[in-house]
């Protein structure tokens, strides 16, 4: 009888455990992570009855790493930045996905040719285009406000402290944008050990005021809290801060450094099936528009620009906030994934010596 | 001790003739195991939780078999041939044979990493010649080398052989700032990728800091809580313990509050007149902000135990020494002062060992200059992802800590100790 009862309850439990159908999908947190749980997560629970569970994290690919590589993998889908989700595929720490799951455009462009190039890797299937970039405080300057990325390392011009995210990338690119070398002549200089140099020496000029962040949810905070008169930070949250919170942000589209991010599947993900039909219902023209309306950030499909309109405040133009506007594409840089993968170890252990010495 | 199963010829023995001390022996072997089952638990969790842990980071720190377990042939060739061996035909043959089974195996970026990690900006090359890979023909070198012309540096082979042993010191020269040049010799990093050793010294500087500045300021508080009469020193102890028991993140994140720019202490002095607008002083995110929250942290750990030392110490002492002609610094320094030192050594250790690993009020408070070695090992467990690195430094703050405990061992003497 008693074995009987242990049999039924552990059946039951079973049973439970299948019929309530639950992905995990592990993001960046903040305002990033509520324009996905608003434009993807909910429509995909309504739709098709699936719980998903959104995990924040700082960064998304150690977790990943860690969790592939102890066999405890509880995360289904992860978001992903591009360099990263090339180097997790490399090591085999990401499921190879299928570019046949995803679903043609409107008019039937193929997947493939809607997505903006290079968006769809082995493992990996972009969802925006983002953007690192400076804002600063309004009320800090009123009359002649910064409008370049020299401006940002100009401390004698446009006092105040500046924050800048703790590591190597991007910093070196803008360190040699604001020194004066044009956009697509940046990696090739960064190659050379000269040009490293240069960036450092640039950073140098304004080590002493800068305050270090490591989440994204960071620089608008210390603009807010006036701890910064201007800081770095990803374009999204600038946004978030600046139209939903009205605080005085302006962003300086000058310098940016955009690239992709978006969606993969980590190795020996729990609920591989259900993970692949959430990217397939996640990277639909309609959804990667819907998306745009939380958060600025571009949608990585060539059809899903058209149909980006207002901000869900229902006034607010997005247009000119996105990282791929024309207008603001005119000293920009595409992060070039391939040197970082490359030079990753070697910059940022400079950097963290760099930082450390006085 | 003597096998007691020995003949008795000795003095004791039972009515049957056992030796008395066997037979005590086989009696209390019953009560004996079931005092063994009792402690398994807790030894079962020690050794799971704790001693397993720590052989792995140890094992990980020396052993990284990236190259050599996704890599055979050419792990295989470098095995047989002498180190110098310029790569002949079977050589090349091995390395694309390889690079084609690990990149169907989408093992080649873990290849690539691990040679990365000897040799900057050559994970690309392994990775984007082994998409290529299953095109290649003999002879090889040519079909390679067409592919990209960076396999012919000598230096690369030399690094390849370096990585095709699995266990490799490596990880320990790197976290001691040094590498190895193309023969393998032991040479310094460039002195701009220099960090380790002197965040470690900075570390232990700091930890010291900390720990004197708790000790300053806990022996006052300490002699108070022991000396004042019973209603105040509760209600001075559990000034004391409220924040012991609140969450770590809440204080560190409340001397944010306190010491930003725009903080509570900088607005004060502001109103006050005492500092400008503009003069603001910078307290936090940085050395300073370091200092000053794991100092406040810290300080139960250290006003703990004094007080537990100090609690017991009859007061007639100190007054017997007066009576007799001391000062009051002579009775303090020669009488109470040296009844202490048990308290004064537990804190002091415990402070330190605990300073020493501290992470998260560094990252959060410490900005760039008050970062310490924990801060970097999370880098590389987090960012960077060379848990190999990570290990060793790992390894070597934990071989500096029980260094640091066998002196004061040595000097002190750990009986001396008095947590409570």
Known sequence: MRKLLVLSTALSGFAVAASAQEIAVMSWGGAYATSQIEAYHKPFTAQTGITVVNVDADNPAAPIKAQVEAGNVTVDVVDLEYADAVRLCDEGLLEVLDPSILSPAADGTAAMDDFLPGAVTDCFVATIVFSTLYAYDESKYPSDPPTTIADFFDTAKYPGKRGMRKGAKVNLEMALMADGVPADEVYALLETPEGVERAFAKLGTIKSDVIWWEAGAQPPQLLADGEVAMTTGYNGRFFAATVTEGKPFKQVFDGQVYEYDGYAIPKGAPNMDLAKQFITFATTTQALADQAKWIAYGPARQSSGPLVGMFMDGKTEMGPYMPTAANNLTNALPSSYEFWVDRDTELNERFNAWLASN | ?420
Not at chain 2, 129 to 157: C, G, I, M, Q
Request: charged fraction near 15%.
């Open chain 2, 1 to 420: 001790m003597a096998d007691s199963s020995a003949p008795a010829g000795g003095l004791l023995t039972t009515s049957d003739g056992r030796s008395l001390k066997s037979a005590l022996a086989s009696a209390q072997k019953r009560a004996k195991r079931r005092a063994f089952l009792l402690v398994l638990p807790l030894l079962a969790f020690i050794v799971i939780t704790f001693i397993v842990p720590i052989g792995q980071l140890m094992h990980q720190a020396i052993y990284n078999d990236g190259f050599s377990a996704n890599m055979p042939r050419v792990t295989a060739w470098f095995a047989e041939t002498p180190p110098g061996t310029p790569p002949d035909e079977t050589a090349w043959e091995a390395l694309a044979l390889d690079l084609k089974d690990a990149a169907a195996a989408r093992t080649v970026g873990v290849v690539g990493t691990r040679v990365n990690y000897e040799m900057s900006g050559t994970r690309s090359l392994f990775t984007s010649t082994a998409r290529a890979a299953s095109r290649f023909e003999p002879p090889y070198r040519e079909a390679l080398l067409e592919e990209d012309a960076k396999w012919d540096d000598p230096v690369l082979w030399g690094t390849m052989r370096q990585v095709s042993d699995a266990y490799s010191a490596n990880f320990f020269l790197a976290a001691l700032d040094m590498t190895r040049d193309v023969n393998g010799k032991i040479v310094p990093m460039p002195e701009d990728r220099q960090i380790y050793v002197s965040l470690f010294l900075k570390t232990f500087l700091l930890a010291g800091l900390i720990t004197f500045t708790c000790f300053v300021l806990g022996f006052p508080i300490a002699h108070l809580l022991a000396t004042l009469p019973m209603r105040w020193s509760n209600l001075l102890m559990i000034l004391v313990l409220l924040p012991f028991w609140t969450s770590l993140l809440v204080r560190t994140t409340s001397w944010m509050v306190l010491l930003q720019q725009q903080g509570v202490v900088n607005n004060s002095l502001v109103s006050l007149g005492l500092i400008s607008e503009d003069g603001r002083i910078q307290m936090i995110y940085n050395q300073a902000g370091t200092i000053i929250a794991m100092t406040h942290i810290l300080l139960p750990f250290m006003i703990l135990p004094l007080y537990s030392v100090m609690r017991p110490i009859p007061p007639s002492y100190v007054r017997a020494a007066r009576s007799l002609g001391a000062t009051s610094w002579t009775a303090f320094r020669r009488v109470y002062l040296p009844q202490t030192l048990p308290g004064v050594g537990a804190g002091s250790l415990l402070v330190f060992i605990l300073a020493v690993g501290y992470y998260i009020t560094p990252a959060l408070v410490g900005g760039a200059s008050g970062q310490l070695i924990s801060n970097l090992i999370a880098f590389h467990m987090q960012s960077s992802l060379n848990w190999s690195l990570a290990s060793a430094l790992a390894a070597l703050l934990l071989g500096a800590v029980l260094v640091l405990y066998w002196l004061y061992d040595r000097l002190v003497g750990i009986d001396n100790l008095k947590l409570g």
